[in-house]
């Protein structure tokens, strides 16, 4: 029987370069997002391409009742999930922590921390009933730096760090692998959102260096998932070449 994933976050950029590199691998899909019409879309593609099953479930992570109702509400069969990947994310502005707008503080906090959890909650319980399970958290290098103006996504990352320790920790005695992936800059919708589509702005961010893709950081996950059932990868750091940690990158 093919294997499930379940993606938060597939409508766009590592969420859905991973729902690519799974489907190619076998594995059956459900992918989550607000974006029904990418959701369906990038369905079907996978189901084309690779013949493998995918189910959509449009939900915002932030809504708890939203969270709960869609994942409960899946058949019975996409529940014996193999792994959940929590990538839904987000940030929101670059200010300095005087300046910062609250509802952006808000956005953050209840997408990275909050929605984050509410998946882990509902879909943990489902790995301890089948008897086993990965998690993999999309962390950043912004959860183990701290640089200027990013204040609150920084501690949102950070937190999502402590909490795949915690979780490391809980879940051991169910067999459940935890694995945090915490990558540098990645040229997705990311920096378009975060500066609330200027497309310009968001542009320069990655001028004069090569970032690294989407596609890299799925196979970073994929790296992860793909290790023997004995060995698990607590954390990995995933940079450009050219940038060495939060604040340093070499333009040329
Ligand atoms: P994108 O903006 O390209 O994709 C973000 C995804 O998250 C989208 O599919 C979006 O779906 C989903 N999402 C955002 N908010 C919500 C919400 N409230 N409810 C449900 N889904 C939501 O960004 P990336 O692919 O770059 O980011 C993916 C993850 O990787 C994030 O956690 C980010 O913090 C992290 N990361 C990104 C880095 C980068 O440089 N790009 C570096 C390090 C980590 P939709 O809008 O359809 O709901
Ligand atoms: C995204 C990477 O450097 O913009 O998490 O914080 S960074």
Not at 140 to 161: E, L, P, R, T
Request: charged share 25%.
């Amino acid at each position: 029987m093919a294997k499930i994933a379940l993606i938060t976050g597939a409508t766009a950029g590592i969420g859905e370069a991973t729902a690519e590199l799974f489907a190619r691998e076998g594995y059956n899909l459900i992918l989550t997002g607000r974006r029904i019409d990418r959701l369906d879309k990038l369905a079907a593609h996978l189901n084309k391409k690779y013949n493998v099953e995918v189910a959509v479930s449009s939900f915002d992570v932030r809504n708890r009742d939203e969270v709960v109702e869609n994942l409960e509400g899946l058949p019975a069969k996409w529940k014996k999930v193999n792994v959940l990947v929590n990538n839904a994310g987000l940030s929101q502005g670059l200010d300095p922590i005087d300046k910062g707008d609250m509802d952006d503080w808000d956005r953050m906090i209840d997408t990275n921390v909050k929605g984050l959890l509410y998946v882990t909650k509902i879909v943990s319980n489902w790995m301890i009933t089948n008897g086993h399970g990965h998690i993999v958290n999309l962390g950043s290098i912004a959860g183990v730096d701290v640089y200027a103006n990013g204040n609150v996504y920084c501690a949102s990352k950070h937190a999502v760090d402590a909490l795949n320790k915690a979780m490391r920790i809980d879940l051991l005695p169910h067999g459940i692998k935890v694995t945090v992936i915490h990558p540098g800059a990645v040229e997705t919708e990311f920096s378009i959102v975060r500066f609330k589509g200027d497309e310009k702005r968001a542009k320069k961010v990655y001028e004069g260096f090569d970032a690294l893709s989407a596609d890299d950081v799925a196979e970073t996950i994929w790296f992860a998932v793909s290790r023997p059932a004995h060995v698990n990868i607590n954390e990995l750091i995933v940079m450009p070449t050219a940038q060495a940690n939060g604040s340093t990158i070499f333009r040329k």
